[in-house]
């Protein structure tokens, strides 16, 4: 049972970091995407732009019904920033923007994985992309944070 409350926490942290602080990246990995899409796999604009909108909302729509509806909801599980943290070394911002970025990822390989029989998608292009436009807006919304909170205070 320690497992699942384990990533039920991560799951949840990494949800709330990504409607709190990182709340940019889905914004910034729609076009950085759409981009990649159009620049290596060469689709239409049309396309890129249709495909690069719904992998982002299908992986944002199912990572917040699973936290919210899975683990908050159903399983009631709550989020208990101090119970073991002291065992547990921080993590810094571009830790939980990779973390983040890696769950959207393998959240639009589902996507890509899914939907290939309906579109005929080159799936190993596609989880390239899915992967090196998280990766880079990883560090994008990292830099941006970064210049956000020096600014800000």
Same mark, same amino acid.
């Given at each position: 049972? @320690?497992?699942?409350?384990?990533?039920?926490?991560?799951?949840? +942290?990494? /949800?709330? /970091?990504?409607?709190?602080?990182?709340?940019?990246?889905?914004?910034?990995?729609?076009? =950085?995407? &759409?981009?990649?899409?159009?620049?290596?796999?060469?689709?239409? *604009?049309? !396309?890129?732009?249709?495909?690069?909108? &719904?992998? #982002?909302?299908? %992986?944002?729509?199912?990572?917040?019904?699973?936290?919210?509806?899975?683990?908050?909801?159903?399983?009631?599980?709550?989020?208990?920033? $101090?119970?073991?943290?002291?065992?547990?070394?921080?993590?810094? =911002?571009?830790?939980?923007?990779? &973390?983040? %970025?890696?769950?959207?990822?393998?959240? #639009?390989?589902?996507?890509?994985?899914?939907?290939?029989?309906? +579109?005929?998608? !080159?799936?190993? $292009?596609?989880?390239?992309? %899915?992967?090196?436009?998280? $990766?880079?807006? %990883?560090?994008?919304? @990292?830099?941006?944070? !970064?210049?956000? *909170? !020096? @600014?800000?205070?």
């Amino acid at each position: 049972m @320690y497992i699942f409350k384990t990533l039920g926490d991560f799951l949840l +942290s990494a /949800w709330l /970091w990504n409607v709190t602080f990182d709340w940019i990246h889905i914004f910034l990995n729609l076009f =950085v995407m &759409f981009f990649l899409l159009k620049l290596i796999i060469r689709e239409t *604009m049309i !396309r890129s732009l249709i495909v690069s909108l &719904f992998a #982002q909302l299908f %992986a944002f729509l199912v990572f917040t019904g699973l936290v919210v509806g899975l683990i908050v909801y159903i399983l009631d599980l709550d989020y208990e920033p $101090g119970g073991f943290a002291d065992e547990l070394p921080l993590i810094n =911002v571009m830790h939980a923007n990779l &973390f983040l %970025a890696s769950i959207y990822a393998v959240l #639009q390989t589902g996507f890509f994985l899914y939907f290939r029989p309906l +579109s005929g998608f !080159r799936v190993l $292009g596609y989880i390239v992309i %899915a992967c090196m436009s998280n $990766g880079l807006t %990883a560090v994008l919304s @990292y830099w941006l944070i !970064r210049v956000f *909170m !020096r @600014y800000s205070l």
